[in-house]
């Protein structure tokens, strides 16, 4: 069997989630929302909203940050680049890419265009998210390392595959979505840094969206586009690792998503989940010693920025900031003047931050030595299994901080109360 036999064949027949991944899809779904509702004022969402409303069309499918429905490709598209503006949406690390703001706009564009109910969308979104993770895995290192933004390229199967599902595409007309998506998904790291980079999100979600109603119309493309000398694989560095479809279908990847719990770079976040173990006060600190693997040095290890963009990549800021009691979720605490403030600055002096190959890139272990000479040290791995019922305290924590509680909390019982897609859309405006 192909790898485009076996990816359109777990997209389009019946599949059995297991109770513990339809759990963390509902939690990835109000990280979803909340993260898209607090990004709606970004200027990439704004311009992007912007440009759909002055076009118009048909009212189809909800936007963040209006209450005008708008054709489902254009919504996809916004709700992509919104939802991933703040960069602070889930990430799975087993193919660095973030599942949710590929595949989510696309689900439940599809969903609201075709009348479905939620718990429809929700499983479709699942399916989508599983296949994009396994598609990024089936690309492998080489992929991302050569400057693919994985959040893009794959994530654009993934909504190919949540959109074509929904519209009821057999194995046989989702292999010619999935072939015609390898014609469509694009997304560059030189994006990184600036609207680009929210904007390869929500390109993912349109094109995706748009190759499954193309292919439900009857469109024939190269259903094998994926794979040989001219296709995606080969055409964009991909490693062609065939071992990343091993228990499709059986065994869910999207389990282990890593969710954002702080609101900087993810190469961050193992050292400030170990440094809430450790508890320390900057009165406390002598000195601070971050160990890290290798590969974040370059992305995060910013050692005294002045802006709170700079601050979201430096490991000597955010633990300054967690040892001051600084909240480290809060999207305000990253600002200027923080990083001004003179006591930051002094207990950023006492930060140091080493290497270690040693070191998974989930890994972090923080080394504290204290005034009164006590020595404590703690790990943190963000691949570390997380109870469901911890990680729904944070989310829905997180969530209510983001949007306000009242709102988060009728989000989640909408998600767990069933109704209609377009129900929960409009929690979007």
């Known amino acids: 069997m192909t790898l485009t036999d076996a990816l359109s064949r777990f997209a389009a027949l019946p599949v059995s989630p297991t109770s513990s991944a339809r759990h963390v899809a509902r939690l990835s779904a109000l990280d979803w929302l909340a993260v898209g509702r607090a990004g709606s004022t970004e200027p990439v969402a704004r311009i992007t909203r912007e440009m759909v409303l002055e076009e118009g069309g048909a009212s189809q499918a909800a936007v963040f940050g209006t209450m005008t429905r708008l054709p489902a490709r254009a919504a996809a598209l916004v709700n992509g680049a919104t939802s991933h503006a703040l960069d602070y949406d889930d990430?799975?690390?087993?193919?660095?890419?973030?599942?949710?703001?590929?595949v989510f706009p696309a689900a439940l564009a599809a969903a609201e265009l075709r009348g479905a109910t939620l718990a429809e969308m929700l499983d479709v979104a699942l399916v989508g998210m599983e296949l994009s993770v396994r598609v990024g895995m089936w690309l492998g290192r080489s992929h991302y390392q050569t400057g693919f933004h994985q959040t893009a390229t794959a994530g654009a199967f993934g909504a190919a595959a949540a959109a074509g599902r929904l519209l009821g595409l057999t194995p046989d007309r989702m292999a010619h979505a999935l072939g015609l998506t390898a014609t469509r998904a694009a997304g560059l790291k030189a994006q990184f840094g600036t609207m680009g980079k929210p904007y390869n999100a929500g390109i993912a979600a349109a094109s995706g969206l748009e190759c499954a109603l193309l292919a439900a119309r009857g469109f024939v493309a190269n259903p094998g586009a994926l794979e040989g000398p001219y296709g995606f694989g080969a055409t964009h560095h991909g490693s062609a690792d065939d071992e990343a479809l091993d228990g499709l279908g059986d065994e869910w990847l999207f389990e282990t998503v890593s969710h954002k719990f702080h609101a900087c770079c993810h190469g961050l976040h193992a050292a400030l989940e170990a440094a809430r173990d450790l508890d320390i006060a900057a009165p406390e600190i002598s000195e601070l010693e971050v160990t890290t693997h290798p590969r974040w040095m370059s992305v995060c290890n910013q050692p005294a920025p002045t802006t709170g963009l700079g601050a979201k990549f430096s490991y000597?800021?955010?633990?300054?900031?967690?040892?001051?009691?600084?909240?480290?979720?809060?999207?305000?605490?990253?600002?200027?003047?923080?990083?001004?403030?003179?006591?930051?600055?002094?207990?950023?002096?006492?930060?140091?931050?080493?290497?270690?190959e040693g070191l998974g890139e989930t890994e972090s272990v923080v080394r504290v030595l204290r005034r009164d000479g006590q020595r404590l040290e703690a790990r943190h791995d963000l691949d570390a299994p997380m109870s469901l019922a911890d990680r729904e305290a944070r989310i829905r924590a997180k969530a209510a901080a983001l949007i306000g509680p009242s709102h988060a909390e009728e989000a989640w019982l909408r998600l767990n109360g069933g109704g209609q897609a377009s129900d929960f859309a409009d929690f979007l405006a």
């Open 91 to 102: 990430t799975h690390f087993a193919h660095i890419g973030h599942p949710s703001v590929g």
């Open 316 to 356: 000597t800021t955010v633990m300054a900031m967690s040892a001051l009691g600084i909240d480290t979720a809060n999207l305000s605490s990253y600002a200027d003047a923080t990083c001004a403030d003179p006591r930051l600055i002094e207990t950023r002096r006492k930060v140091s931050v080493r290497e270690d």
